[in-house]
């Protein structure tokens, strides 16, 4: 297991060899559900989607650039594309899940809460959340509840940017974030309930 250290001076810092228990849980002998709960709200368990091999300290580097936001961050490698990440704070840690997805050096990292019933490999990260544009419905379906069914085709709906007061939206499209799986294919084409041509679901 590689534990990098903190993101401060984060280019004059290489891998060091830490046990994971000793750096996440401390005296692992008689630990209080409120530390363990406080802790969890501060880590995430992530995942480097890629088919071939990355340099992870180089990884590592561009992470702390991406989230500069985030002061001593630290990041341990639990195996080849697996890694938790330990945040100062729940809202460093709830900043960097708002922006996802995250594209790091070409790479899509998959980012998930550690909860406590779940080791560190029962954490499912087989998907990832994508942003959709829904094209193409009929003014007087262009609506929140029918956004949320087309974006379902795809995933887990996660938000839909519907600004509009009224219960319509004026406007070329409308956009969804949703969980997917990421071998999925995002571009599919969904009839209308009033048989238009189609309406196009593409991911962004």
């Not at 340099?55 to 002061?71: D, T």
């Not at 195996?79 to 704070?89: A, H, N, W």
């Not at 959709?132 to 940017?161: C, S, Y």
Request: hydrophobic share 40%; glycine share 8%; aromatic share 10%.
């Amino acid at each position: 297991m590689v534990k990098m250290g903190s993101s401060e001076g984060v280019e004059d810092k290489g891998p060091s060899s830490e046990p994971l228990g000793e750096e996440l849980f401390g005296d692992s002998r008689s630990p209080l559900e409120g530390d363990v709960s406080a802790l969890m709200e501060m880590t995430l368990v992530g995942r480097i989607i890629s088919d071939k091999p990355f340099n992870k300290v180089g990884l590592w580097v561009a992470i702390c650039r991406s989230w500069h936001f985030v002061p001593n961050l630290v990041m341990e490698e639990v195996e080849g594309d697996r890694f938790i990440f330990s945040f100062p704070s729940a809202d460093c840690r709830q900043r960097v899940l708002d922006l996802a997805p995250w594209n790091i050096k070409g790479f899509s990292l998959v980012l998930k809460p550690w909860c406590q019933g779940e080791t560190v490999h029962e954490v499912d990260l087989s998907k990832i959340p994508i942003g959709v544009q829904v094209h193409g419905l009929p003014l007087r379906q262009n609506t929140r509840q029918r956004v949320e069914w087309a974006a379902r085709k795809i995933g887990e709906v996660m938000e839909v940017d519907f600004r509009s007061q009224r219960s319509v939206w004026v406007a070329q499209y409308t956009r969804a974030k949703v969980f997917a799986g990421y071998y999925s294919t995002f571009v599919l084409w969904v009839l209308s309930s009033s048989c238009q041509p189609g309406c196009c679901l593409d991911s962004i």
